[in-house]
């Protein structure tokens, strides 16, 4: 069972689904869906459309650059197996998944602190906006008023005392 690639968004095709366009040179075009298709034969650019892997690449939102995702790459010749080397692999496929999680918990870090300098700065402009509020609460806590919906009739006070 071979899974392809979609030209167009990169998601994975599964047999038996996508649609398949060959080219007058004789090159074959997968894609996953009739919406990857239509925007190829409109002659979009996937490196322009939100949704493509190619734009969160080109972005930064994905990890392109990683190299333990090279370890995914698909492989069509057959292997000889070996109980030894199998060994290795599964100590090195734990591995290699440890170091690819450390590595997407950096980059969605990084990602995040590029937004952290952001909201510093619009909080600072809020309170600048509205400190005249914050003035008014210290004042009352240091009165010790108590601000009530509805005034007090001489009764309530009374029973209160």
Not at 65 to 86: A, G, V
């Amino acid at each position: 069972m071979r899974i392809e690639k979609c030209w167009f968004c990169s998601s994975s095709i599964f047999p038996g689904h996508g649609i398949q366009f060959v080219r007058n040179d004789a090159k074959i075009f997968r894609f996953c869906r009739s919406k990857c298709h239509k925007n190829f034969k409109m002659k979009r650019n996937p490196r322009k459309l939100k949704w493509t892997k190619a734009y969160r690449m080109l972005k930064g939102k994905d990890m392109s650059q990683d190299i333990t995702f090279e370890f995914e790459r698909k492989r069509n010749r057959p292997e000889k197996s070996d109980r030894n080397r199998m060994g290795y692999t599964l100590k090195a496929m734990s591995v290699i998944n440890k170091v690819q999680n450390v590595r997407q918990r950096k980059h969605m870090l990084e990602r995040l602190a590029k937004n952290k300098k952001n909201v510093r700065e619009w909080d600072k402009k809020e309170y600048n906006e509205s400190s005249h509020l914050y003035e008014v609460s210290k004042l009352l806590d240091t009165k010790k008023i108590r601000i009530s919906a509805q005034p007090q009739s001489e009764e309530n006070r009374a029973m209160e005392e």
